[in-house]
């Protein structure tokens, strides 16, 4: 750990990152790099150059996390889902190890307890719902915390068709596969900010 742009690691979040409890710097869309550590049952991310606009994931209202391990060209991204907000938090300067290790100690702490909150969170996403222009050679490990998947799968996940869609082999589409769609052809420079933001307003019925 050390350096990233001139950003140096608070060392605040050291500790935390020994323990498996936290990320010296991650990207995230709409806040730059961050910290990202568990405190009080929470997930707090604090930006850099921003401390005022810290965010905080309370771990009950997770309903959704996965993990993409990412390959030469990708860095790895580690998404959390609520009922109205998708984070995702991407590695910086080969700091894999220490965003898995986050992401499976938060994994272990919701699958341990199983107390969803919201009854319609974020699915889990379509894997078969790829940017063609990003290689698809990505490892992907799911965990959907909504109960309501299961028993009621209609009335739990809202969806929209659209012509431009692309859908394999399934009849509804998922909001989330669709938002990380849309988010890669953002960082590719194919849409602007605006349109995903539009876009994913769109998806999650905002």
């Given at each position: 750990?050390?350096?990233?742009n001139?950003?140096?690691?608070?060392?605040?979040?050291?500790p935390?990152?020994?323990?498996?409890?936290?990320?010296?710097?991650?990207?995230?869309?709409?806040?730059?790099?961050?910290?990202?550590?568990?405190?009080?049952?929470?997930?707090?991310?604090?930006?850099?150059?921003?401390?005022?606009?810290?965010?905080?994931?309370?771990l009950?209202?997770?309903?959704?996390?996965?993990?993409?391990?990412?390959?030469?060209?990708n860095?790895?991204?580690?998404?959390?889902?609520?009922?109205?907000?998708?984070?995702?938090?991407?590695?910086?300067?080969?700091?894999?190890?220490?965003?898995?290790?986050?992401?499976?100690?938060?994994?272990?702490?919701?699958?341990?307890?199983r107390?969803p909150?919201?009854?319609?969170?974020m699915?889990?996403?379509?894997?078969?719902?790829?940017?063609?222009?990003?290689?698809?050679?990505?490892?992907?490990?799911?965990?959907?915390?909504?109960?309501?998947?299961?028993?009621?799968?209609e009335?739990?996940?809202?969806?929209?068709?659209?012509?431009?869609?692309?859908?394999?082999?399934?009849?509804?589409?998922?909001?989330?596969?669709?938002?990380?769609?849309?988010?890669?052809?953002?960082?590719?420079?194919?849409?602007?900010?605006?349109e995903?933001?539009?876009?994913?307003?769109?998806?999650?019925?905002?």
């Amino acid at each position: 750990m050390g350096l990233f742009n001139s950003i140096e690691i608070d060392p605040n979040v050291i500790p935390y990152i020994q323990k498996g409890e936290g990320v010296g710097i991650v990207k995230i869309d709409g806040m730059g790099k961050c910290s990202a550590k568990l405190e009080n049952n929470a997930i707090i991310l604090d930006p850099y150059e921003s401390p005022q606009q810290s965010q905080i994931i309370p771990l009950e209202e997770i309903n959704f996390l996965s993990y993409d391990e990412g390959n030469f060209i990708n860095e790895p991204k580690f998404n959390i889902g609520t009922s109205g907000k998708h984070y995702v938090l991407a590695g910086v300067d080969d700091n894999d190890d220490e965003l898995k290790r986050f992401y499976n100690t938060i994994l272990n702490i919701k699958e341990n307890s199983r107390i969803p909150k919201y009854q319609n969170g974020m699915p889990q996403p379509n894997t078969h719902v790829t940017n063609p222009n990003k290689q698809p050679q990505l490892q992907h490990n799911n965990m959907d915390f909504n109960p309501s998947v299961n028993n009621s799968t209609e009335q739990s996940q809202p969806h929209l068709l659209n012509n431009d869609d692309v859908i394999d082999g399934q009849d509804k589409m998922d909001p989330v596969a669709e938002i990380r769609r849309y988010f890669e052809l953002k960082e590719d420079g194919i849409i602007t900010e605006e349109e995903f933001t539009k876009k994913k307003k769109q998806l999650l019925g905002l």
